[in-house]
């Protein structure tokens, strides 16, 4: 079982958002592997090992500093690592990432694509479906739950109340939601071994995004509240806001 | 003629209230641009022609596929975008529709935005949420057609009296397919459609006593239970419900935060409320200086006073 797992570096989702010129001002912000890649990469791993051979490739689009995050994968247990460098990346929009790495995926054997559902910066969740549209795979999003056997998956995910089902062939695309597995730690010898495992960088062009960024603001500020009261004492009067203030009853 | 393409969402053969939403912001664009906004529903489903006419559409289109696949429905949905010259494509921002906005995208060749919260049909621009919500992006997609999911509760249907002109179109064959589907909500709307949202955090002391957030959801009409990524990660409820940047983002006209403190993460998932009331016992929390009302004190002990207070309006 060949598996490609790919993530991203992010900020924390604890951080603090700046914004210089329509960017994310990265001073002073922590960045980590995006949660749900680690969803990701754990499912990738128990998948492996579970078939008893087979490899997990870690790829990222990302800039030098995403190497961070790849090492991080590879004590988590994967075999091998791919930057595909630009500095361009850490911007790049949902379509313009899907499209990189759609590129850079032709020529590799793989059984899996595994993907976060969603990088916790742009927030497209579209990547991995995106990716798998370009490269004429199907592609199951926001699974909960994966099967994998006698070359199909089949996957449970959560639309909005309600649980599905879904069944596709070998190769596949997975996005991973919250909820699929607990990613395990990297160990001090899986980081140990890390150290020795390939980690190759490979320079690559972005070409023109996608998207344009035109604006980028900060969250329209919030009318001034009011504390109604204290303790249970307070209800009527909230009650009374709710209805014939705020009409929202 | 640059026509609107609205992908509608249905399921197991009913129309989801999400796409009239959808073609309402259509209707928009072709007014704008003095074009048509053309419905497409992916799967067989049961439509109103005066529904969706009300609501923005001016043409229906019914593929007829006996189920959903996402590849199936975006191969359709781009077919049709390519056929009838649409330059936008709009979709609801659901699991679903966030999965075949980006493939429509890929399949055109274009760009997309997800989960947006405000379209400027003369500039082109889409607005939209990213860091979680912590900061909101206007962008303008290169290429031939802007690929857009909606956010619920952010566009509103057109309101109008039409019939919207029915016809069916041959859908294009899937490789994966939902083979079930279950319901489990339990009769509540989902916490990220929904309207009205009463959510828990740790205050609320223990899993059991999660009774008194669902007596009060019980009193409010369309009301969803939502909760913290705190008490979700200690197994009280059920992550489905989890409001955050790791949950849900979710916009309703009201939002109860009940013994949630206000960590930035939950803030960013739920800070686009119209309404938002908290109750904790720290005066000190974050979240009151969120909140429209706030209550100091005990969630245990505000929360049964509230339910009773709704009871008496009998909403």
């Not at chain 2, 209230?17 to 959808?22: K, N």
């Not at chain 2, 369309?222 to 979710?250: F, I, N």
């Not at chain 2, 109860?256 to 403190?261: D, L, T």
């Not at chain 2, 000190?284 to 309006?313: C, M, N, Q, S, W």
């Amino acid at each position: 079982m060949n598996i490609i797992s790919f993530v991203k570096r992010v900020p924390a989702t604890t951080a603090n958002v700046a914004i210089v010129d329509n960017k994310l001002n990265p001073e002073g912000v922590e960045f980590v592997l995006n949660p749900y890649d680690e969803f990701a990469v754990e499912e990738s791993l128990a998948i492996k090992e579970a078939a008893g051979a087979g490899s997990v490739t870690a790829i990222s689009f990302g800039a030098g500093e995403a190497q961070k995050e790849l090492r991080t994968v590879l004590a988590m247990g994967a075999d091998a690592a791919v930057l595909l460098a630009n500095p361009a990346a850490p911007e790049a929009d949902g379509a313009t990432t899907a499209r990189v790495l759609a590129e850079n995926c032709k020529g590799r054997e793989f059984d899996l694509l595994m993907f976060g559902k969603q990088a916790v910066d742009r927030d497209q969740h579209g990547v991995g479906p995106a990716v798998a549209t370009l490269l004429g795979v199907p592609c199951i999003t926001e699974v909960v739950k994966l099967e994998v056997a006698e070359g199909k998956v089949i996957a449970e995910r959560e639309i909005e109340g309600a649980r599905e089902i879904i069944e596709a062939s070998l190769p596949c695309a997975i996005t991973c939601q919250k909820g699929l597995n607990t990613p395990r730690f990297a160990s001090l010898r899986g980081i140990m071994a890390a150290k020795k495992k390939p980690l190759e960088v490979v320079d690559v062009e972005v070409g023109e995004a996608a998207v344009e960024v035109v604006a980028m603001n900060m969250p329209p500020a919030r009318p001034a509240g009011r504390i109604v009261g204290e303790g249970a004492a307070a209800v009527p009067e909230l009650v009374s806001a709710l209805r014939n203030e705020a009409k929202v009853l | 003629m640059s026509n609107i393409l609205v992908v509608l969402e249905s399921r197991e053969g009913s129309l989801r209230a999400a796409s009239l939403e959808a073609l309402g912001a259509a209707r928009t664009f072709a007014d704008q641009r003095g074009s048509s906004v053309i419905a497409l529903a992916t799967e067989k489903c049961e439509l109103d022609a005066s529904l969706l006419g009300g609501a923005g559409a001016d043409k229906v289109l019914i593929a007829d596929a006996a189920g959903h696949s996402a590849d199936g429905a975006a191969a359709t949905a781009a077919r049709v975008a390519k056929e009838s010259d649409a330059t936008v494509v709009l979709l609801s921002a659901t699991v679903r529709g966030r999965d075949l906005t980006a493939r429509i995208a890929a399949l055109l060749g274009t760009g997309f935005a997800a989960d947006c919260t405000a379209a400027d049909a003369e500039a082109m621009t889409f607005t939209r949420p990213e860091f979680g919500g912590k900061a909101f992006t206007t962008i303008k997609i290169n290429g031939p057609v802007a690929v857009a999911s909606l956010r619920g509760n952010f566009f509103a249907a057109a309101g109008r009296e039409a019939s919207a002109e029915m016809s069916e179109v041959a859908s294009e064959a899937g490789v994966s397919m939902v083979t079930e589907i279950s319901s489990q909500t339990g009769g509540r709307p989902d916490v990220s459609e929904a309207t009205k949202v009463v959510a828990g955090g740790r205050g609320m002391g223990e899993a059991e006593n999660w009774s008194m957030i669902e007596a009060v959801a019980d009193a409010i009409p369309g009301c969803a239970l939502g909760a913290s990524r705190a008490v979700v990660d200690s197994g009280w409820r059920p992550h489905s419900e989890q409001v955050g940047q790791t949950g849900k983002t979710v916009a309703p006209e009201l939002y109860i935060a009940a013994g949630i403190s206000g960590a930035i993460q939950h803030l960013a998932g739920m800070n686009s409320s119209k309404v938002i009331v908290a109750i904790n016992k720290d005066a000190e929390a974050p979240i009151f200086k969120h909140a429209t009302y706030g209550i100091v004190g005990d969630a245990l002990e505000v929360l049964p006073a509230l339910a009773d207070e709704l009871k008496k309006l009998g909403l």
